[in-house]
């Protein structure tokens, strides 16, 4: 079975703290990409990144930062000095080579960083 | 260059009524998918193609169907509309696996 778990549903900051958001995952596949997608209360999915199973390098891009570790299945989400226009809904997703490449979404974690 | 592109954006029917939905992309991409997204559970995904020609079901197929006679357009066909299918609908597309998806903006489909 193929799933993605993202445990929390809302979280609340105020502006410049730090925020983790979490996505553990699981597949049989050994050949799999993981996503990360903001969706802005305009209701757009903006792509934020991608990362392959066989690269587990972390990722830094500008405040954000990706934390992927096979070992535990999860691939987190960091947001450092979060600001008001992070406020959002953040989905997790997972693609293999089943369903034409189709992704496996988490049910998001919704985002609400207060002034 | 538009990208991937929904119509309508949004619309109402009423219980039993039916409507296709249009999504179209200028990528040139092989596949196509139709994702619902409804409150608390994330997108699903319902039907989706692989190419011209081919559709396949996805994890919610039940109510409707789907059509892609030409590479660029993706048709979903909802036949006979029910409350349950109130949501809102983001079509997808891809180069693959390894690349990423992009998607419309979205159609909110409201059933009375």
């Known amino acids: 079975a193929q799933k993605v778990t993202q445990a929390q549903t809302e979280i609340s900051v105020v502006e410049k703290e730090d925020v983790t958001l979490d996505c553990v995952y699981e597949?049989?596949?050994?050949?799999?990409?993981l996503f990360w997608y903001k969706q802005p209360p305009s209701g757009e999915l903006v792509f934020l990144i991608r990362?392959?199973?066989?690269?587990?390098q972390n990722e830094i891009s500008g405040r954000y930062s990706w934390n992927f570790q096979k070992s535990t299945s999860s691939f987190n989400f960091t947001i450092t000095a979060s600001q008001v226009v992070d406020s959002a809904v953040y989905f997790c997703?997972?693609?293999?080579?089943?369903?034409?490449?189709?992704?496996?979404f988490g049910k998001g974690t919704t985002l609400s960083v207060s002034s | 260059n538009a990208g991937v592109t929904q119509t309508p954006k949004f619309r109402v029917l009423k219980t039993g009524q039916s409507m296709t939905l249009l999504c179209a992309q200028d990528?040139?991409?092989?596949?196509m998918y139709w994702y619902r997204q409804d409150p608390g559970m994330g997108l699903r995904l319902i039907h989706y193609?692989?190419?011209?020609?081919?559709?396949a079901k996805g994890e919610v197929p039940d109510g409707y169907n789907v059509s892609r006679l030409k590479k660029q357009n993706f048709l979903l066909g909802l036949e006979s509309a029910a409350p349950s299918q109130t949501s809102v609908y983001f079509c997808?597309?891809?180069?693959?696996?390894?690349?990423?998806?992009?998607f419309g903006p979205g159609t909110r489909l409201t059933v009375t």
């Open positions: 597949t049989r596949d050994t050949t799999y990409y």
């Open positions: 997808g597309t891809s180069g693959g696996s390894s690349y990423e998806q992009y």
């Open positions: 193609s692989v190419g011209e020609g081919t559709t």
């Open positions: 997703a997972l693609s293999t080579n089943q369903a034409g490449t189709a992704l496996i």
């Open positions: 990362r392959n199973s066989f690269d587990e």
């Open positions: 990528m040139n991409h092989e596949y």
